[in-house]
């Protein structure tokens, strides 16, 4: 709203509405100045448009792998389904991005039964937990050797049907990991059992895009819980090199040292979690085989940097009018 009298007709308030049919009927040193005002709004708009639009393309933009722990190395299998296939058990993985981004995709490998068939698979569940003691009672229950670096009591993040799709392929029909977990999970003082020995299935990639993508800050320290649900048989999650290394991965930010391990728990001992290499097995920590892909979110100095310089053409823009 903008006030405007002229010189024969005083309005009958303060205030008129500005419209094209008055800028075109009035002549005199106002309309330039009006006209230049008009224009430069315009171009102010296209910068905040254009602002929009760069933030908002991370996105959009092509995704790319933001974490990986690699591909599996036949080390061991742990047991991760939802309660509908039986006892609920959990296997959870920690990573950390090292860079702002939103996540859109991400993929795990485990083993199904021999000859089981992919139409087999119903469900996918995937769940985010920060590290203990956030979202969690503490000091914990004492059933456990130790909660430092374990996941969370509670996540604080939950994907199912409703906010994920999936698809899956067999990679090789008959994969051996050395050990498993499957239903050796108890308290302290029986919590070691060594694990359960050999096991063979097909190994499967699951790749999950989620309906929503989620944000996830540069430092933020998180772990990965998926679940497949089956009409007959378990999904054991695989486990991948520790530390991580090798061709097509990335390390672990912040180095080695960071990067946390595998934990595991069943209806029995949630809320706490038992390490499965240290607590349960005694073979030392692991890492288990999923990626997170999606799109880094531009740094704040580049939107700054952008916006600066379509203010400065906006500037450009206004100087030019006034001198017309």
């Known amino acids: 709203m903008i006030n405007i009298f002229a010189d024969s007709e005083q309005p009958r308030t303060n205030e008129q509405t500005l ?6 009927t009035w002549s005199g040193d106002h309309c330039p100045r009006l006209r230049g005002h008009k224009t430069v ?96 009672v503490d000091p914990a229950d004492g059933r456990v050797l130790t909660r430092t670096n374990s996941p969370s009591d509670n996540a604080f993040k939950s994907f199912d049907s409703g906010s994920l799709s999936f698809s899956s ?45 989620f944000f996830v800050d540069a430092t933020d320290h998180d772990f990965f819980r998926p679940e497949v649900n089956l009409s007959d048989g378990n999904f054991l999650w695989l486990s991948a090199p520790k530390p991580i290394g090798g061709s097509g991965t990335l390390q672990f930010p912040g180095g080695p040292s960071t990067d946390l391990q595998t934990w595991i728990r069943n209806e029995d001992l949630a809320p706490d979690w038992s390490r499965v290499g240290t607590d349960i097995t005694g073979q030392g920590p692991f890492n288990a085989s999923f990626s997170l892909s999606g799109s880094p979110v531009p740094e704040p100095s580049s939107l700054i940097l952008l916006g600066s310089g379509l203010m400065g053409l906006a500037d450009v823009v206004r100087r030019k009018l006034a001198r017309a």
């Not at 959990?90 to 991400?106: K, R």
């Not at 029986?190 to 895009?209: H, K, L, P, R, S």
């Open 19 to 24: 419209n094209p049919r008055t800028l075109t």
């Open 41 to 136: 709004h315009r171009y102010l708009g296209v910068a905040v448009v254009v602002l929009s639009w760069f933030s908002a393309g991370s996105l959009t933009a092509s995704t790319i792998t933001l974490f990986t722990t690699g591909s599996p190395d036949g080390k061991i299998a742990t047991l991760s389904q939802p309660a509908g296939a039986g006892v609920e058990t959990e296997t959870a993985d920690d990573f950390i991005l090292g860079q702002a981004a939103w996540v859109t995709n991400a993929t795990f490998i485990g083993l199904l039964p021999t000859g089981t068939s992919l139409s087999n698979v119903t469900g996918v569940d995937i769940e985010l937990y920060h590290v203990f003691p956030g979202d969690s």
């Open 169 to 213: 392929k067999i990679l090789n029909p008959s994969f051996t990991a050395a050990n498993s977990v499957v239903n050796g999970i108890h308290e302290k003082p029986g919590q070691f059992t060594g694990g359960e020995g050999a096991v063979t299935g097909e190994e499967v990639e699951f790749d999950v895009t989620f309906l929503t993508p």
